[in-house]
């Protein structure tokens, strides 16, 4: 049970004048928290925001704040999308009196938002937050998949502590382990060295250069559509376009392209968790940053009213199958294809592994990967996915 105490309302006169100028709004049709508690959230909630402003891990080498009523502002005057998704808004997450209370507390959340089908969108702080949002799966002892936006890896050394350089580490090492695998999208190799690139992959864990990513931005969406969790640095948008972040950047994602990325992931059957950290309300003079995050929060909403339920099933009704064998390992794939929705999968062998896999069986892909299958080539996706079941 989530109790209300934990949170800060969001500011009621904000919400009010929103409102009253613009009925139309995102402030007009949303359950917002301004101190009436929870009790008035209504069914049909598919997302909840909540404000985290947690930065005692960190060590930026600055003074950073997070003053998430500039995102609001934003982000509760933008028009109501399209599918018009429920949203909830619960407030800021007030720190506990120890770094592990907020730990603890956020875990607690994301689980019963979760259970409640609802998925919780957690916003500002640091990085390591997503440590919290990992073990309320890992409590649950769901295998998951986890992609980070991020312009570097935050694996850390094993002897560090838990903070937003580190939280990768965290979870790698952490036992039992639930992560099935793990995907970078938009790293920047002058921040990483080739020693991170080597370990990460001797893990067999996706990891996408921001360059490669950029010129074919479509290819995304496999990745993002294969998550559980999509955790993001806003670092990783160069700093023209969000200077408000505690790591700024002069290169990165653009604002059209981070908010494309947001698209794709509402759109994934099986997102259930995301958070966007490390906003530093000091730095975002303008509000710009401010401005953008609500645009990608607005993005994935819409995608979440786009969901169609178009993964695959046992029967494979309403698919096209295709099967390819590539002579490399005598082996055959088998790859389908969505007929309404165009989106394609490989089936991975998962008969006869541990059990934990089995949610795993069908790996989102692009025509990419059929193609270049084709072509007598193993596709990336498939060959990583291989050795983590082996």
């Known amino acids: 049970m989530i109790h209300p105490e934990v949170f800060k309302p969001v500011d009621h006169e904000l919400i009010s004048r929103i409102r009253s ?3 139309q709004s995102i402030a007009a049709s949303g359950a917002i928290n301004t101190g009436s508690g929870l009790a008035d959230f209504e069914d049909g909630i ?12 960190a060590d930026y080498g600055k003074y950073v704040e997070c003053d998430l009523n500039r995102f609001r502002e934003k982000f509760y005057s933008l028009k109501t999308n399209s599918g018009k998704v429920g949203i909830a808004d619960f407030g800021d997450i007030i720190p506990g009196s120890t770094l592990q209370d907020t730990y603890h507390l956020m875990t607690n959340i994301a689980a019963e938002l979760s259970k409640a089908l609802v998925i919780p969108v957690f916003i500002g702080g640091g990085q390591d937050l997503t ?39 965290h979870i790698v090492l952490k036992q039992p382990n639930f992560l099935f695998n793990c995907s ?41 559509r294969a998550a559980d969790i999509l955790t993001v640095d806003l670092s990783a948008v160069k700093q023209a376009d969000a200077p408000g972040t505690t790591k700024p950047s002069p290169n990165g994602f653009t604002g059209d392209e981070i908010c494309q990325a947001f698209m794709y992931a509402g759109m994934s059957e099986r997102v259930s968790s995301l958070g966007v950290f490390e906003y530093d309300s000091i730095s975002d003079v303008t509000g710009q940053t401010a401005h953008l995050m609500a645009q990608m929060v607005w993005y994935f909403t819409e ?13 494979h009704t309403g698919f096209l199958t295709f099967r390819v064998t590539v002579p490399e390992r005598d082996e ?34 692009s025509l990419k990967d059929y193609q270049q299958a084709c072509k007598d080539e193993v596709p990336e996706r498939w060959w990583q996915a291989i050795h983590k079941m082996y």
Not at 147 to 158: A, E, H, N, T
Not at 203 to 218: E, K, N, P, Q, W
Request: glycine letters at 8%.
């Open 332 to 365: 055959e794939i088998t790859f389908l294809k969505n007929k309404l929705s165009g989106r394609w999968w490989m089936e991975l062998p998962v008969e006869g592994k541990n059990k934990k896999f089995s949610r795993h069986h069908y790996l989102p892909c």
């Open 131 to 169: 440590y919290s949002i990992y073990n309320s799966y890992a409590i649950r002892e769901q295998v998951i998949n986890l992609v980070s936006i991020d312009s570097r890896f935050d694996l850390g050394g094993p002897e560090d502590p838990l903070n937003p350089s580190s939280w990768l580490g």
């Open 184 to 224: 970078n999208l938009g790293y920047q190799s002058y921040f990483v060295g080739n020693e991170l690139i080597n370990l990460m992959d001797k893990m067999y864990f996706d990891t996408i250069r921001l360059g490669i990513v950029r010129s074919d931005i479509a290819e995304m969406e496999p990745t993002l």
């Open 303 to 315: 995608g979440v009213s786009l969901r169609r339920d178009d993964f695959p099933n046992a029967e």
């Open 21 to 23: 100028l613009d009925p």
């Open 46 to 57: 598919k997302v909840a925001i909540i404000g985290v402003p947690e930065y005692r891990a």
